[in-house]
């Protein structure tokens, strides 16, 4: 049996290329390997063309295989046993250059097909026609229609630079024979439904320009994963309403993130960036499915590839990574490896005691070393002396000619004989970004960049939604800034809080430069004081009116071990907003006088906010830094908004990991207490339950109807304190606290209070509610009911806190009128009478006036006395008595 295919997601050259195999192969069955694109699927609802289904195929009764438009087994779905099996003859037919062999001669000998037509054309149907025609085999309307939707679809129309004369032969041959251009045009181009239209929005709002080697890119990602249709498609309407060269899209599809790219310049192949995310394709068109990655990352992993051809104008100044990490030439290989693992580098510049550069050393030598237990030997035995090295003002064209030369992967950049800064490939593919670009050529002019990710001004909506003061005093931070030469940024959750349109005046700048030195210069400025945190680059400027100010320096940050306190370092706004927890916290509004309220948003934070989405920058960003994990939780909760579906999945990875165990008690209950500080802690616990996350405070914690009542109680209760604006200050993340507590065993509660190494004074209200609570509630709902006095002694030794755990837990109705009357009123009862009025009245002082003042108290708390003169009476009563 003779079985013709093609690959899974069928398009129209794939299926016209099966219909025109047919021909060749006569009494051959065509089935789709699995599935086909939208509009495949909705002509085939409509022309019947014989298919097979696969239910239908005996796979023992196959003898020869006929791929079409494929030569890649895995894109084959469940018929790629057949493509392994010796006693299946092979043909092949293709236009993609992906099989590793060139030729059929250099394919193993079992799987060397009998057939190997793999041609440099726009479209594998062409190379089909081209065999029809030498056989004389004609084509009937329908199939010449068929033949020319797999033409045009392919090749654009016949517009793709990928297009040869053999393909427009080809699309000449299937037009004499009959094919219906008016079916091609319907079928190929037909309105985009609302969804598409949603998701082309998406990708619009989130795209960014870039201008390589003249060539107009485009490069755009959606979160938008509602959409189950054809990507492709939406793809190729965003190519045609902007007239680029180059589009590479990146969208969240269920688990994955779908890659999708379309070129008009041979230069971009797209077959050979997709297949750095193990897809596939031809130079025009390609695709690729991303699993276990970030959608920020597989952007970012486009962005470096497309943008290593650069405009070779540029100077080394204008791209090379600073500040400098350098290692001292006396430094051992081992210490050398612990600074190249710490700051994530494969070469390190080597100096002497003086900073002057001297050479340079690689990880690959480092390793060599160690190899051979040369650990301990100074690093200058083995450092490279005779690397290339530039000036910052040395032209890319010449660096990059040398680095390809040399086949050099690291270049210093010298200034005098000091290290200025470096350039890697890894580094041009990571910075050599438009907007850092731009923003170079910008400060040189004095001008602010015009780039995709700065085109958002947010002046007015500051001067409009701050008080004048706050305005006022960042407009002089930004006019500071520029005397000092520094760019000065507001950033985090102010920006996000700013877009949302709620009110924050949480004011964190971060400065490209010395953030320490710049916050003495703005307290100065304003009459301020400072009170700085050398270690961490961060200052606090308090103004006279109370506005305070955290400045910070730019920095990035890397984690000693999983779960560990970040350890940080001076470096740039972008690589400081990368190291941020999500992308609605990693935009910035820069200060700077000409450039004052400009949005910077490298990383999609617009988008997520629209999409009401939380997601991470990086997969591993909750292994770096679990306590994220419940930040994403309290912004969800806070904000309305979803957990991204690949952010959601790293939860349940980190979870699986345990990596909570090794977080640091207190660093837990900080998390706890912002969680338990939101408006609605009740959802928050829903939520940590259903992530499998309680446990973590201890394993008996557990969501239950009764942990789950006394949360909402407690939610109650603490609206109903509030209002009655009392004096009495209370802690509400310790009531939340607290009820967890409640549900555990008193060794156990203990084991938590120690774990989350609790303060001594809200441990003793954990303790002391913990015991005392159901007591007290036994006592308040006896038989007879205790008088005013009984419950004002029973209640007064507790925290309020605890006394609102009484009332959120209780289901007695009687107890909460009870705690409601001493919250309202008892507490605050006191007698008219005072020691010195006993005394007045012929008491000598001693014990016996606390006794007649605790007595006269109870006298009151129960109604006993009213006015003054019946307090007298009441004193003089225990005096006869006494």
């Known amino acids: 049996m003779d079985l013709i295919t093609t690959h899974m997601n069928a398009d129209f050259d794939g299926l016209a290329s099966m219909v025109a195999a047919r021909k060749l192969y006569p009494g051959a069955a065509l089935m789709l390997s699995g599935g086909a694109q939208e509009a495949v699927r909705s002509f085939l609802a409509v022309h019947d063309l014989g298919l097979m289904a696969q239910k239908d195929l005996q796979h023992a009764a196959v003898t020869r295989l006929i791929l079409v438009d494929t030569q890649e087994p895995e894109r084959l779905g469940t018929l790629a046993d057949l493509w392994t099996r010796p006693d299946v003859a092979l043909h092949i037919y293709d236009h993609h250059p992906v099989m590793s062999a060139t030729s059929p001669e250099e394919i193993p000998v079992r799987l060397r097909p009998d057939v190997y037509a793999v041609e440099p054309v726009g479209a594998t149907t062409t190379i089909l026609v081209e065999r029809l025609q030498a056989q004389g085999l004609a084509l009937t309307p329908l199939e010449a229609t068929i033949l020319a939707l797999g033409l045009y679809e392919e090749t654009g129309s016949l517009a793709y630079c990928s297009t040869t004369p053999r393909d427009l032969q080809a699309a000449a041959h299937v037009l004499q024979a009959g094919a219906d251009l008016r079916v091609v045009t319907d079928t190929l181009r037909h309105p985009l439904d609302p969804d598409q239209v949603a998701l082309l929005n998406d990708l619009i709002q989130s795209s960014e320009i870039y201008y390589v080697e003249g060539r107009k890119i485009l490069i755009a990602s959606s979160g938008y994963d509602r959409y189950k249709g054809d990507l492709a498609e939406v793809v190729h309407k965003l190519a ?5 060269d180059v589009v590479v899209a990146a969208m969240t599809m269920d688990d994955k993130v779908e890659v999708i790219g ?24 390609a695709s690729a499915a991303v699993k276990g990655t970030s959608i920020v990352e597989v952007r970012e992993r486009v962005t470096q590839w497309l943008t290593e051809r650069r405009q070779p104008t540029l100077l080394a100044a204008e791209i090379m990574t600073k500040p400098v990490k350098a290692i001292a030439a006396e430094a051992t290989i081992t210490e050398v490896e ?6 994530g580098v494969n070469a390190l510049p080597i100096v002497d005691d003086q900073q002057r550069y001297l050479g340079v050393i690689t990880r690959e030598i480092v390793q060599k070393a160690l190899f051979h237990k040369l650990g301990k030997s100074p690093v200058r035995d083995y450092m490279l002396t005779d690397l290339y090295h530039a000036e910052p003002d040395t032209p890319f064209r010449d660096l990059e000619q040398h680095m390809i030369e040399r086949n050099q992967r690291f270049v210093p950049i010298l200034a005098g004989l000091k290290v200025a800064g470096v350039i890697t490939r890894t580094d041009v593919l990571r910075t050599l970004h438009d907007d850092v670009l731009a923003a170079a050529r910008a400060r040189a002019k004095g001008e602010w960049p015009a780039s995709a990710h700065h085109r958002r001004n947010l002046r007015g909506t500051m001067l409009s939604q701050l008080p004048a003061r706050a305005f006022i005093l960042l407009e002089v931070a930004g006019r500071l800034a520029d005397e000092l030469d520094l760019s000065a940024y507001v950033v985090g959750g102010f920006v996000r809080d700013l ?56 920095r990035t940050e890397y984690y000693e071990y999983p779960t560990a306190l970040p350890t940080v370092e001076q470096s740039s706004i972008k690589k400081d907003l990368y190291r941020r927890d999500f992308t609605i916290n990693t935009m910035a509004v820069a ?27 990086h997969s591993l960003s909750f292994v770096e830094d679990p306590t994220r994990i419940f930040r994403a939780i309290r912004f969800e909760q806070r904000f309305g908004f979803r957990l991204a579906k690949e952010t959601l999945a790293l939860i349940k990875g980190a979870v ?5 165990r090794r977080l640091s008690g207190a660093r837990l209950l900080n998390e706890l207490m912002l969680l338990f500080s939101e408006e609605e802690p009740s959802r928050t616990v829903a939520r940590l339950a259903e992530l499998d996350l309680l446990r973590f405070i201890h394993p008996a914690v557990k969501q239950s109807d009764r942990l789950a009542g006394m949360i909402k109680g407690i939610e109650d209760a603490l609206k109903w304190y509030r209002l009655l604006f009392l004096d009495r200050p209370v802690e509400p993340w310790l009531v939340y606290v607290m009820a967890l507590m409640d549900v555990l065993p008193a060794k156990a509660m203990g084991e938590t209070v120690k774990r989350l190494a609790i303060a001594e004074r809200h441990a003793d209200a954990i ?24 419950t004002y002694h029973l209640l007064s030794p507790l925290s309020v806190e605890t006394l609102l755990l009484l009332m959120a837990k209780s289901k007695s109705e009687v107890v909460k009128r009870h705690v409601s009357a ?12 005072t020691g010195d009025d006993l005394k007045a009245m012929g008491l000598k002082p001693g014990p016996q006036f606390k006794k007649i003042l605790a007595g006269l108290l109870d006298a009151r708390l129960n109604g006993e006395v009213d006015t003054e003169t019946d307090e007298r009476a009441f004193v003089s009563q225990i005096a006869k008595l006494a």
Do not use: C, W
């Not at 045609?240 to 680029?244: I, K, Q």
């Not at 100065?524 to 305070?548: C, I, M, N, W, Y």
């Not at 001493?822 to 009478?833: A, G």
């Open 656 to 660: 699986k990991m345990e990596l909570f």
């Open 338 to 343: 612990r600074s190249m693992t710490t700051y």
């Open 767 to 790: 303790r002391a509610g913990h015991v005392s609570s159901n007591l007290v509630v036994r006592r308040l709902t006896k038989q007879p009911p205790p008088t005013p006095a009984e």
């Open 591 to 617: 200060l700077n006088e000409s450039r004052f309220g400009a949005l910077v948003d490298f990383f999609g934070g617009q988008r997520d906010l629209k999409e009401k989405t939380i997601r991470v920058l």
């Open 499 to 554: 877009l949302l349109g709620t009110k924050n005046l949480d004011l964190d700048l971060v400065i490209e430069g010395d953030g320490i030195a710049f916050a003495h210069a703005l307290a100065s400025h304003v009459q301020g004081q400072v009170k700085e945190h050398e270690r961490f680059g961060t200052a606090v400027v308090t103004v006279p009116d109370g506005l305070r100010l955290d400045v910070a320096t730019a």
């Open 822 to 833: 001493f919250l309202t009123v008892h507490q605050h009862v006191r007698p008219i009478l």
């Open 240 to 244: 045609e309403m902007e007239g680029l």
């Open 262 to 285: 379309r070129s008009r310049r041979p230069e971009f192949d797209m077959g050979v960036l997709m297949r750095e995310f193990g897809g596939g394709g031809h130079a025009v068109a």
